[in-house]
Structures are given as C-alpha cells and as structure tokens.
T-cell receptor, first 116, second 112 residues
Framework: GAGVSQSPRYKVAKRGQDVALRCDPI?????LFWYQQALGQGPEFLTY????????KSGLPSDRFFAERPEGSVSTLKIQRTQQEDSAVYLC??????????????FGPGTRLTVL | AQSVSQHNHHVILSEAASLELGCNYS??????LFWYVQYPGQHLQLLLK??????LVKGIKGFEAEFIKSKFSFNLRKPSVQWSDTAEYFC??????????FGAGTTVTVRA
C-alpha cells in the first residue's frame, strides 16, 4: 500500500504478557517514529529511527519498552510484562528524509492496546 | 516545561457556522507549528503547517491558521464548516529537532 500500515490494529493482553506491535513504513522512508496516545490525550513521542539506527529513545517510559528496526524498514515495538498503564494507542509515523522539523511525518492507523 | 495547550476539548456547531480552535504553546526558541486532523476511523493527517514567512497559512479543505508570535498562538479557523469536518483536531509543535509535541486535541462535531 501507499501509506504506513500497522498490525495488529487491536490487541488485548493480560497484565504481565509481552506484546509486539508492528509498523510498515512507506517504502523508502528513512525516518521512523513511534508515539503513544493515551485516552483523551495527544500522541507523545517514544522513539526515533534513522534507517536501522535508533537515534533517540528518550520517550520510552520504562525499560519494559523496546523498539527495533533491524533492516531499516519494518519496525517492531515490544512491551514486556505489560501493565494497565500501558493501555493506549501506539502510532507509527515515517518520513522520507532524516528527521527534522521540515520533513512531514505520515502516520499509520495505530494499534490500540488494552491491558486487562 | 515545553507544552501545547488546546483550549477546547469538544466543540459542537451547525453546518455553515464558523470554526476557530485555539492553540497556545510554550517554547522558548524557534518553533514549527502544525495542525493535524483525524477523521472518524482514519489516521492522523496533516492539515497545515507553518515554518516561517507569512503568518497566515492556508491548508487543505478551506482551513487556515494564524501564527501570532507575541501571543504564542496558532489558532485554526474555517469560515464555514461542513458535516464532513467532524473530526478530532490536534495542534503540534516541533522546536529544533524532529519530535512532534501535541496538544490534547479538540473534538469537533458538526451537526447537519
């Protein structure tokens, strides 16, 4: 497809389970971002990749959160030992060039994670 | 701390009414400003952006926004809304890097 895709679209996990969320950016896009959107809030930055390099993970809320992009295309956000406060929509975005304020970020539909 | 504030959580109006959504930010340096829209069941998409130059910027679907530096504001406007403008609207800022900082969003409901 032409846009950013994410899977699964919905995920229900029991507290303590590990989850993996996938992002397929627009083909050829250099930059990839993950954001977390809690209910009633705007998205918040989690991490940034330029190609396969994770250049910024300052927004990851704890060491239970881990992201990778091993071949510089598809990315996976993994959350270990999920907690109820991890319930949110996880958004992926990509842009065609190295990250910067002038490069439009194109968003995927998000994965809604519910931790019971 | 850096932040983006959107004044209204939920706005309800009738078709053909005018819309103005407030956005204020607190950043000390250069800012790049954005409005994103999320239509029901769809992903976030860029409505308009301001980097520099003319502080009145025009976006898609008849939307415009005005950057007022002295007021740290970037309000979104549309003179006459349509039912299809029902959506959630997010104001966002990038300072000098690549991280979008979003406001909490404003849900706009347009009644036919």
């Amino acid at each position: 497809g032409a846009g950013v895709s994410q899977s699964p679209r919905y995920k229900v996990a029991k507290r303590g389970q590990d989850v993996a969320l996938r992002c397929d950016p627009i083909s050829g896009h250099v930059s990839l971002f993950w954001y977390q959107q809690a209910l009633g809030q705007g998205p918040e930055f989690l991490t940034y990749f330029q190609n396969e390099a994770q250049l910024d993970k300052s927004g990851l809320p704890s060491d239970r959160f881990f992201a990778e992009r091993p071949e510089g295309s598809v990315s996976t956000l993994k959350i270990q030992r999920t907690q109820q406060e991890d319930s949110a929509v996880y958004l992926c975005a990509s842009s065609s060039r190295a990250g910067g304020p002038y490069n439009e970020q194109f968003f995927g539909p998000g994965t809604r994670l519910t931790v019971l | 701390a850096q932040s983006v504030s959107q004044h209204n959580h939920h706005v309800i109006l009738s078709e053909a009414a005018s819309l103005e959504l407030g956005c204020n930010y607190s950043y000390g340096g250069t800012v790049n400003l954005f409005w994103y829209v999320q239509y029901p069941g769809q992903h976030l998409q860029l409505l308009l952006k301001y980097f520099s130059g003319d502080p009145l910027v025009k976006g898609i679907k008849g939307f415009e926004a005005e950057f007022i530096k002295s007021k740290f504001s970037f309000n979104l406007r549309k003179p006459s809304v349509q039912w299809s403008d029902t959506a959630e609207y997010f104001c966002a800022v990038i300072s000098n890097d690549y991280k979008l900082s979003f406001g909490a969003g404003t849900t706009v409901t347009v009644r036919a």
